[in-house]
């Protein structure tokens, strides 16, 4: 028995008794004739006190202490002189009367405390010693209570966890799969799965009538910031549904998992629902961040053809956003924000920029090429005040430059103050397009993915205009970020080899890669929804997080490398050669 | 709105009520002008009727319905006229006044029965009709109601469940990696975890103090019946633990588990405990069955020299089995017996047998070598009684024969109903060898894991005698099945170190594939120790199942293939080139 407490729990209470403890050495102070040291372990701090009267031997062995050195001691529990109101143990203090190293510690790379020293490099490489740090250990009790209330509501609902295999086959429609070789079917390989979209459908084909499971899925995509190659999904699906039925069970989840394990309470009212045109209308977003208005203001009739401004007059869309209290803004943050606008990643050519001034009257950027009254139209449709910023983009091509709004919007929102972590503002968003074109394939492509349901009264469309067929899909969104989304899908075989054709697949291929589903379609498969949700993101979004990585015990880098196992790294010449596999040098 | 209640949940206070039922069609009977249709769901079935006089046009439609249709039925709850008492809705049926068929279905190529007429292949082909079955569904149900009480019990103990990557590097030490190509690191490869082994030994040098994990692990081995490439473990991990501590911890899981899963009581008494080397000379196994008795009782003295028999003149282990009541065995039986233990999974050269005779005698097979006096002696020290029979083997390597007649034990006590699937019985195995002799390798294997620490008293013959140096180790055996182990691990770098050495590891080497563990531990690894539960065995236990494939959804076959998915299968050129690798055409 290596403790009999541990060092979070000991209270005024318990003053008097003989205690174990262990943990690590968190601080080592000296003060006079005494030692104090902070003891730590996963539950709290406790303070040890030796005293150099009482026991010179002692004292002199907790001399040698160091951080994070690992030691048991054994002591009574004593009311503590000046208290410590910060943390609960903070009454009191043990007076050691046996010490024990169980394990010394070299001087750590970085200091374990909440606010480190340590880099984002050299943390990921010392992992182990950056979740000692309070707060990235409380992501991971988080993520812990996170699943274990899903869990507990899906249980609660009839839905049963279902494990599905990790080893699959491969079906590259969609992101990338990260293969691996059969040594037993040599020139054969599995797949890693991005999703299990198959087989949680054939698991309603096989009458489960309401799964989920808590699952990793693989994605061997180029990595943006905030991807991971290996992520994890809350992966549910339902049978004899309809998409009401979906958003409502869902919705109630939602709402229990914010009071559960957010303690907030999200009311009564059920969330907004928004189609996908609308969403991108007025936010330039299929995930609008809701806490906060700022729409856009379409301005084609203000500002198109009624002055000389040429790169108005040739655009397709104009829009606008309103800055409450912006006018202000010196010339240098007008630039910042023509620059952002005009980064790489953004891709705008300009911002265009009107003040409403104290007396009422609007100038702009473009003032040499507008009226005043235009001007003064321009502030009314915006419904700009006093003192308001108005922000203009315009381009040839409405969804991109709708697209470059929303970032600018984002970044409005944060700079005043309106993104607010601990504020959450939910909706559905709805009536996502079927396909959308491919630039890249030259073909339409599945929006969601090639198992979605068109809206029944869109069917016909297929045949004459499929471009604008709309899918029984929704997404759950939450402050502006996709927490899930999901469809109602296609349980019938023929309409399933009809998409199949839409999206260019030949028979023959729909057959060989999809066929398995297909087939199980003609057995009697029942109407069918579900969705998926991001459980990292989701943590994130609870947790406060600017990244997904600090929920996550061991991600990966920006390479895909997990810098503390040093993976992947090269393997043996025999593992390969029993693969009947060859890595050829790249030229 | 598919449906407004489930096909088990209607009784006879339902009856007058309007309900909507959706489903499958389990079965069609026509009697006189009335149809009565099995609707079935996951909850259960209800009986359908239609009555020609009422509705001729339904009826008709009614007519048409096939086995495994997807059908809706409106209609009102009827009280039974000649109720089924087998089936919990068996008081009721609806008579139903609107029907709606929402998908067809071909002729299944198996009857969706519990007793089916459909073989492995055909239903491992179709798993998704199978798994309509309601005995192969009820093990899904069972394996989702025992992760549930896993995770209740273990998070109800502080354990936090902590998701480990999937995607880690190759260490093959142990079973064979599947290993996994990296696209943005060429000519590198991820590997699959055999186990979380070290990363949840990182997570306590982290500071975590008490982990698990219900995680998915990876052997490419060749498979033997019973054994998957992908399968399940209940993996965990405790801080400032002694082999005591992790003992009465799991126990107390266990008789949990079996309470709330089972409903079997394991009573308040503590678990069996057996060192190996008892349970090897008592059992021939590291994993007894202790449902029943038939101990081995070593046999050197009585016939080892007593007699002319050169087999046993000649052994270095002679042992025998008790086996009640079975000295009526025909000659055809022992013979059966002889062959049995001769088959080249088993390995003994021959079986010698005596009978207690009525008359107290001792006859044996091998009478003529041996005097009356010595076969007394014989019946003596096997305690037979009148009416019993010895079985005997003998041989030159003592463990091997203790394993031969291990396997003879099974044998006798499946044929005298020994072994009640009903009847369960837990045992420790403690004590392990730190290591086993490889003759294909030549050198000395860890048994466990390089990991497991050596008896703290055993540290010295590291040096001296490391074939004889017992470890903290510890196994779970339920009904002769290994269900769990694990170990208290090693925490100081210094002896890790010393264990690799014995293990004919470099220094090098060592540092080269375990390096990140060994350095982890240089900063205050706090003394561990963990083990882990196979999760589809136990469940295949509480299921009485044969073979865990009946507790997975979607298992492979003995080739490691998913013949539903037909996977693995050959991938395109193109995601090869991007991988820079070949495949080389096998000679």
Not at 135 to 144: F, G, S, T, Y
Request: aromatic share 10%; proline share 4%; charged share 25%.
């Amino acid at each position: 028995m290596y403790r009999t407490k541990s060092c979070g729990e000991l209270r005024l209470s318990n003053v008097g008794e003989n205690v174990t403890l262990a943990g690590w050495v968190q601080k080592v102070r000296k003060m006079g004739g005494m030692i104090f040291v902070d003891l730590r372990d996963r539950y709290g701090i406790t303070q040890l006190v030796f005293n150099e009267e009482n026991d010179k031997a002692l004292c002199d062995k907790a001399n040698t202490l160091g951080r994070e050195y690992v030691i048991q001691a054994k002591g009574v529990v004593n009311k503590r002189y000046n208290n410590n109101s910060k943390i609960p143990t903070g009454d009191i203090e043990i007076i050691v009367s046996e010490l024990n190293i169980l394990n010394k510690s070299e001087v750590p790379p970085f200091t374990i405390e909440e606010n480190t020293d340590g880099g984002d490099d050299i943390r990921m490489k010392y992992r182990y010693l950056d979740l000692r740090r309070s707060n990235v250990r409380a992501n991971l009790e988080l993520r812990h209570k996170f699943c274990l209330a899903v869990r507990h509501f899906l249980d609660s609902k009839g839905f049963l966890e279902i494990e599905t295999p990790v080893l699959v086959g491969s079906t590259p429609e969609g992101a990338r799969d990260f293969i691996v070789p059969s040594r037993m079917n040599p020139g054969q390989f599995y797949a890693l799965p991005q999703s299990p979209q198959t087989l949680k459908q054939l698991l309603m084909v096989a009458g489960m009538d309401k799964y989920f499971q808590i699952v990793k899925c693989f994605r061997d995509e180029d990595l943006r910031a905030d991807r991971q190659p290996e992520f994890t999904q809350i992966d549910c699906e339902m049978s004899f549904v309809e998409q009401n039925d979906i958003i409502n069970t869902f919705e109630e989840m939602t709402k229990y998992l914010f009071k559960e394990v957010r303690h907030y309470d999200l009311g009564d009212e059920p969330f907004l629902r928004m189609s996908w045109h609308e969403a991108m209308r007025r936010f330039g977003s299929d995930k609008p961040d809701m806490r906060f208005g700022m729409e856009f203001v379409e301005l084609m009739d203000v500002l198109k053809g009624t002055g000389d401004f040429a790169v108005f007059n040739n655009a397709t869309y104009i829009g606008g956003i309103c800055a409450k209290g912006c006018a202000s803004y010196t010339r240098k943050q007008l630039d910042e924000l023509t620059d952002f606008v005009k980064t790489p990643q953004i891709g705008a050519k300009g911002l265009v920029y009107a003040r409403v001034m104290e007396d009422g009257t609007v100038k702009s950027s473009v003032d040499k090429f507008y009226t005043p009254e235009v001007l003064t139209k321009l502030g009314e449709a915006m419904n700009a005040e006093v003192g308001d910023l108005i922000l203009i983009l315009s381009g040839d091509d409405a969804m991109k430059t709708r697209k470059q709004l929303c970032e600018l919007r984002l970044l409005m929102g944060d700079r005043l103050g309106l993104r607010d972590k601990n504020k959450f503002a939910l909706l559905w968003v709805v009536d996502f397009p079927m396909f959308e074109w491919s630039d890249e394939e030259q073909r339409l492509m599945a929006m969601h993915h090639p198992f979605t349901a068109p809206k029944p009264s869109d069917i016909p469309l297929l045949d004459t205009d499929p471009a604008n067929v709309l899918a029984d899909a929704y997404d759950m969104v939450c402050n502006g970020v996709e927490v899930g989304g999901g469809s109602i899908r296609i349980h019938d075989a023929v309409l399933q080899a009809k998409i199949f054709e839409v999206l260019g697949f030949t028979p023959e291929k729909a057959q060989e890669q999809f066929g398995f589903l297909m087939n199980a379609f003609k057995y009697g498969a029942p109407p069918h929804g579900g969705l998926a949700y991001g459980l990292d993101r989701w943590v994130s979004l609870f947790a406060g997080l600017d990244s997904i990585r600090d929920c996550i015990a061991f991600p990966k880098n920006n390479s895909g490398r997990d810098v503390m196992l040093e993976a992947p790294s090269e393997v043996d010449i025999k593992q390969l050669d029993e693969l009947h596999l060859k890595v050829e040098q790249s030229k």
